[in-house]
């Protein structure tokens, strides 16, 4: 985590939750926090892209997904930036009618190895196409090596999204990037495992990343605010932080999600 950001959890707005949805709807998420991620996590349900279950063992979350895409709706709806890792970049991908390989291994036999026992030290390459933005990010550099652990991928691209990098040896997606806002980007591996001076040689998830969508994020930051039931002592030291002008970098430990941003930049 960078240094001047403050992290605290997003509740589930539901019926059983702390919050009932008539207090705080997802749209005040969006409106008063600085960016939303996406984590990786239990599988997209097939039933989020129309498709059945070819696995019973694998039937996904379909709860989250459904929680997800309507924050992610009101987010991008919001201008805000929205970065999605490992499930994250698949349910962007979902989000924009796109649909994924429910299992590389099964749906795709000749595909190679995206995960195994070795968990984040399982690595491969990857490559940026012809007009990636990650070429800008990463001048010099159309290949990285980037963990992997995954065994879905994104199958059909979604309407007005980009590809932005691809494995090298398979051709799979890795990373996507919507076109009609300034920075909603999915990437499949996990850059929060990235080491430095480690092997891996692409993190994405770093301050400029979030910095490059401009003016508007900065201007949210300072007015920031945390959402949360009264009478917290910590709530309340956390909304002294943020009055204070520290960024904010939240998630839903039980849905889980995040908004993050820098307020200097």
Request: charged letters at 20%; one cysteine or more.
């Amino acid at each position: 985590m960078s240094r001047d950001v403050l992290v605290f959890m997003i509740p589930t707005v539901g019926h059983q939750g702390m919050l009932h949805p008539s207090n705080i709807r997802l749209r005040d998420y969006a409106k008063h926090l600085d960016g939303l991620l996406l984590q990786g996590g239990a599988d997209v349900s097939p039933q989020s892209y129309e498709e059945v279950t070819t696995r019973p063992e694998w039937p996904g979350d379909r709860v989250r997904d459904m929680y997800e895409l309507e924050l992610l709706h009101e987010f991008i709806e919001s201008g805000k930036p929205v970065l999605g890792v490992c499930r994250g970049c698949q349910l962007i991908n979902v989000a924009f009618g796109g649909t994924l390989y429910g299992d590389i291994a099964t749906d795709m036999p000749t595909a190679g190895i995206h995960v195994n026992e070795q968990y984040d030290q399982h690595r491969h390459s990857i490559r940026f196409p012809d007009g990636s933005t990650l070429v800008n990010m990463f001048p010099h550099q159309r290949e990285a090596i980037v963990n992997s652990i995954h065994h879905q991928a994104v199958k059909t691209l979604g309407r007005d999204l980009n590809i932005e990098a691809v494995s090298s040896g398979d051709g799979i997606i890795e990373a996507v990037r919507y076109r009609k806002a300034p920075f909603v980007v999915g990437v499949q591996w996990h850059p929060e495992f990235h080491r430095a001076g480690g092997a891996e040689s692409c993190s994405i998830a770093r301050p400029c990343s979030i910095r490059s969508c401009g003016s508007r994020a900065k201007r949210a930051s300072r007015r920031a605010r945390y959402i949360a039931p009264p009478g917290s002592r910590s709530i309340k030291q956390k909304a002294r932080s943020i009055r204070a002008g520290l960024p904010v970098f939240a998630y839903d430990p039980g849905v889980i999600n995040a908004a993050a941003s820098r307020s200097k930049a």
